[in-house]
């Protein structure tokens, strides 16, 4: 009678994990199945990406030039859009980060907060807010279990 219970307490926990996975895998349909750098959308006359459920996604131009005039051309051949606002569930509480030195050096200047580090930055729910209005396009929500 032990065995079945240990059985079936390990296949609920597995079945737990799956639906755990696929609620993620859902809320992170809108997220690009491949990412083009900011050089290469200020190219394209209607800047879209698509995400990995098939949508079209459109980035405005305006937000573009924005990020545009923080970097150096370099960083505009490097920098690929959209940027990634992460869920951080190691941080009790909850909170969001940026990864990425260009990514961080862009966030960092938007929502005028120097960046615990020059490749990470965490956000709270207000800096999340700031930067998701002023580059509404260009930055998308990834959830991370």
């Given at each position: 009678m032990e065995v079945e219970y240990t059985i079936?307490?390990?296949a609920h926990k597995m079945v737990d994990q799956l639906s755990i996975e696929k609620l993620i895998q859902s809320m992170n349909r809108h997220?690009?199945?491949k990412r083009s750098s900011l050089e290469q959308l200020l190219e394209?006359?209607?800047p879209t990406y698509s995400g990995k459920d098939?949508?079209?996604y459109?980035?405005?131009k305006e937000e573009l030039d924005k990020i545009a005039?923080?970097?150096e051309e370099r960083e505009r051949r490097k920098l690929k859009l959209p940027i990634y606002i992460s869920t951080d569930t190691a941080y009790p509480g909850g909170a969001w980060k940026?990864?990425?030195r260009i990514e961080v050096k862009v966030v960092s200047?938007?929502?005028k907060r120097e960046p615990e580090n020059d490749d990470e930055m965490r956000l709270f729910f207000p800096h999340v807010s700031d930067l998701r209005k002023i580059l509404p396009t260009a930055t998308t929500v990834l959830y991370m279990p």
């Open positions: 079936h307490r390990g997220v690009p199945a394209q006359e209607e098939g949508t079209e459109s980035l405005k005039s923080l970097l940026i990864r990425g200047n938007l929502i």
